[in-house]
T-cell receptor, first 112, second 113 residues
Framework: DAGVIQSPRHEVTEMGQEVTLRCKPISGHNSLFWYRQTMMRGLELLIYFNNNVPIDDSGMPEDRFSAKMPNASFSTLKIQPSEPRDSAVYFC??????????FGSGTQLSVL | DAKTTQPPSMDCAEGRAANLPCNHSTISGNEYVYWYRQIHSQGPQYIIHGLKNNETNEMASLIITEDRKSSTLILPHATLRDTAVYYCIVRVATNFGNEKLTFGTGTRLTIIP
């Protein structure tokens, strides 16, 4: 199994630009999570899906952030417009068993 | 979910057992203890979880006290590759609707050659 696949690994963009992060969960997993990690705030859950349906998006910082899961094998996290304070590592994770998450390698986002 | 308390950092000599403590004095009867670790620049990795009995797998052992107010993760023969931040998380293992995990600050474990 290839594990959770995230792309791109690194993204550098300018303030105001749209950023789209992508995630392919492990096949057969029915829950998908988006986390953000910074030095100041640690690992924060942004949103999670169950069976492609968003269940809890209370961690999404503001309307500039949106996430979709059009099918069981793909999810996107979009930031529009991006701001320097969005700079962070964004992780995607998937799971089949409650509490046992498998994380991707993350996307390092830098907004200049 | 119950709150956990972990020491911010620990050192352990290579080849020795690393014992990482976690306090969760407000844990409820239906809450499990989960352990994850995060090696530098990688995503968190699941290690082990348990409810009240001690658990062991190929990575580690989990010892939960009888009153369940604290637990210890044991890496039996630590190697340099075990240097990471270790997170102790307590949560209810329910199904649909409440799967999220909340990570605290964890313990930064450094294995010393």
């Amino acid at each position: 199994d290839a594990g959770v696949i995230q792309s791109p690994r690194h993204e550098v963009t300018e303030m105001g630009q749209e950023v789209t992060l992508r995630c392919k969960p492990i096949s057969g997993h029915n829950s998908l999570f988006w986390y953000r990690q910074t030095m100041m705030r640690g690992l924060e859950l942004l949103i999670y899906f169950n069976n492609n349906v968003p269940i809890d998006d209370s961690g999404m910082p503001e309307d500039r952030f949106s996430a979709k899961m059009p099918n069981a094998s793909f999810s996107t996290l979009k930031i529009q417009p991006s701001e320097p304070r969005d700079s962070a590592v964004y992780f995607c994770a998937s799971s089949l068993s409650v509490g046992k998450l498998f994380f991707g390698s993350g996307t390092q986002l830098s907004v200049l | 979910d119950a709150k956990t308390t972990q020491p911010p950092s620990m050192d352990c000599a290579e080849g020795r057992a690393a014992n990482l403590p976690c306090n969760h004095s407000t844990i409820s009867g239906n809450e499990y203890v989960y352990w994850y670790r995060q090696i530098h620049s990688q995503g968190p990795q699941y290690i082990i979880h348990g409810l009240k009995n001690n658990e062991t797998n190929e990575m580690a052992s989990l010892i939960i006290t009888e009153d369940r107010k604290s637990s210890t993760l044991i890496l039996p023969h630590a190697t340099l590759r075990d240097t990471a931040v270790y997170y102790c998380i307590v949560r209810v293992a329910t199904n649909f609707g409440n799967e999220k995990l909340t990570f605290g600050t964890g313990t930064r474990l450094t294995i010393i050659p």
